[in-house]
């Protein structure tokens, strides 16, 4: 093949750009973002959590989420005493507007927000019949809107419930850990929107992320680990009694 | 004239009935190959470019919900603005808790911040949220019953709710907030 100098210059930046862009993975999403660099998960602090139903409502807002389904509720756990294997548990509206007043009691009391766990080996992706869901290269689960057939294996498929079918798109529907925000350098509407800090966005490929430090000293879990679902939602000082 | 010089009168019949029966084969081979390349032909129709190039699904799929619109514009776009209430905030016990945990989502302000005003908040029910006593929050978190406390009185009566603390000296640790 003869090319010229000039042409060699020429042709080089414009492959070094292509090249960029090839890196970032889609094209069409934001070209500083690429995927390989990420891995994310997130952290509830438990302790932190006081019930206001903040990002429960700023999910609601920022994902279009239609009244009585959630991607993301809270629930409050009220754990005897004595029998610790039953406890009371309630989420009225998915805490969207707090909880009623709990009076002095014997026991404890707490609050577990929950979402999705973006799982490694997730059971949703595996019994999806189409392809339409799946985790991201930077450990995201997503659903493909126009592949989803709505056919609700994954709902059925979800160890934690955090699917649903979405009434007017007749799709299966998710958390996506706000895909669209964390893209683009913001955190989660629900961290954004959480007063106390209970919930925090990680990125485990981030070696400076704090999430790294916070797992060496603190007592973390996740939720079903007999499931093997490789949940990447952590839970600090998660009591036992939570299912 | 010999014989063995052509063939039997029985490998002649066989051979042309050979021919024969190798026809039908031959004509669904035929088919066969038609077949396989019109599923080739629609499979590249109906399959989208880039299914399978992650993984067992589309990967523009990943492009597509990235591209969805923001609601909640986060606390650096806010403060870029009103580096004045930043200020406050940043040394009372609100420090950490977001802007928008307290006035919701406010993209649509912050893109367009002269036709679009943002509501102030209720404090009387904006405050209730996070500060109503019950037994179920940490002891340790700020609580009162709003009745009692102030007779449903609105709260900035008394308290900045961006700066809510009175300055008693006392060194209380500001809230954890949702800030990095």
């Known amino acids: ?243 | 004239m010999d014989y063995h010089s052509r063939p039997s009168r029985y490998a002649v019949l066989r051979r042309q009935r050979f021919m024969k029966d190798a026809g039908h084969l031959f004509r669904f081979a035929g088919l066969f190959v038609i077949a396989f390349l019109v599923f080739l032909l629609v499979r590249g129709y109906v399959v989208p470019k880039t299914f399978g190039q992650y993984g067992h699904y589309r990967a523009a799929a990943i492009g597509e919900i990235a591209a969805r619109p923001v609601k909640f514009a986060g606390h650096q776009a806010c403060e870029a603005c009103h580096s004045d209430i930043a200020d406050t905030k940043s040394k009372g016990k609100h420090a950490r808790v977001n802007c928008e945990a307290c006035h919701g989502a406010l993209a649509a302000h912050a893109d367009d911040p002269t036709s679009v005003k943002p509501v102030k908040p209720d404090t009387a029910v904006l405050c209730a949220r996070c500060h109503t006593a019950t037994a179920a929050k940490p002891k340790a978190f700020p609580q009162v019953d709003p009745a009692d406390h102030s007779g449903g009185a609105p709260c900035q009566t008394c308290h900045n709710p961006h700066s809510p603390g009175f300055d008693t000296g006392s060194a209380a640790a500001p809230a954890a907030g949702g800030a990095k």
């Open chain 1, 1 to 243: 093949m003869n090319i010229s100098r000039r042409h060699l210059l020429i042709l080089l930046p414009a492959a070094a750009v292509a090249w960029k862009y090839v890196e970032a993975g889609t094209p069409e999403a934001s070209p500083n973002y690429r995927m390989s660099d990420h891995w994310w998960g997130m952290l509830i602090d438990i302790p932190k959590c006081i019930g206001c139903g903040n990002c429960v409502r700023a999910c609601q807002t920022e994902n279009d989420v239609p009244d009585g389904f959630f991607r993301t509720w809270v629930e409050r756990y009220h754990v005897d005493d004595i029998d610790m294997t039953n406890p009371e548990v309630i989420s009225p509206d998915g805490g969207k507007e707090g909880f009623p007043v709990a009076k002095e009691d014997e026991g404890k009391y707490f609050f577990v927000p929950k979402l999705c766990n973006h799982c490694v080996d997730s059971p949703c992706t595996q019994v999806c019949p189409v392809g339409a869901t799946f985790i991201s290269p930077d450990g995201v689960v997503l659903v493909d809107r126009k592949y989803c057939l709505g056919c609700a294996y994954c709902v059925q498929a979800c160890p934690y419930g955090c699917r649903y079918l979405h009434p007017e798109k007749r799709v299966a529907d998710k958390c996506t850990l706000c895909y669209h925000r964390i893209t683009k350098g913001l955190t989660t509407a629900c961290c954004e929107a959480c007063p106390t800090g209970a919930r925090q966005l990680a990125d485990l490929k981030n070696p400076n992320d704090p999430i790294h430090e916070f797992l060496r000293t603190h007592s973390v879990q996740i939720l079903k680990p007999q499931m093997a679902t490789g949940a990447k939602v952590y839970y600090n000082d998660l009591d036992g009694s939570v299912r």
